[in-house]
């Protein structure tokens, strides 16, 4: 096997213009976001309801607080995940897109550092309620931390592992 071949052969990555990057890369950044927007979409739907239920007249003040916050977390991530949308219909055409896929992809991780925040909030907001137990900042925390080795500890290891220097 001649150096050519052997090089062609060990190389890694595509042999892709910027261009169709970008393209190929808006795809995938798509269909990411689909997955989470429908998560935080169900999500914000639910918390949208518990204010016109008669147990929320109940609730201490510290839970109707957390309540409101999680509320406004929600909103804030549905815009986040929705927004790379509305990016793309407003630079379409202007020969952009690498730029356009890079903001998208800061709002989408935005967005999902959003929708921890809110399905964390929703979790302490309900155990507190279903329980009144001290244990449930605990329990959250450990959630949390689940969440962060998921979404982003492991996604960060096989990075660092497995990209070339």
């Not at 190389?11 to 927007?37: H, K, N, P, S």
């Not at 957390?66 to 949308?85: D, K, R, S």
């Not at 999902?112 to 309900?126: G, R, W």
């Amino acid at each position: 096997m001649s150096d050519a071949e052997q090089g062609a052969s060990t190389r890694r990555g595509r042999d892709e213009t910027a261009e169709e990057r970008a393209d190929r890369m808006w795809t995938e950044l798509i269909q990411e976001i689909r997955v989470a927007q429908m998560g935080v979409q169900i999500l914000f739907g639910f918390l949208l309801t518990v204010v016109f239920t008669p147990m929320y007249a109940t609730l201490s003040d510290t839970d109707q607080t957390i309540y409101i916050v999680t509320v406004v977390l929600g909103a804030c991530a549905t815009g986040a995940l929705i927004g790379p949308v509305s990016l793309h219909r407003l630079v379409s055409g202007r020969r952009i897109k690498p730029q356009a896929v890079r903001w998208a992809s800061r709002l989408t991780m935005l967005g999902l550092l959003l929708l921890l925040a809110t399905t964390s909030a929703s979790l302490l907001l309900i155990l507190r309620v279903a329980t009144h137990d001290d244990f449930v900042p605990y329990l959250v925390a450990g959630v949390v931390c689940w969440y962060l080795l998921c979404w982003f500890g492991l996604p960060l290891w096989t990075r660092y592992r497995h990209t070339t220097r």
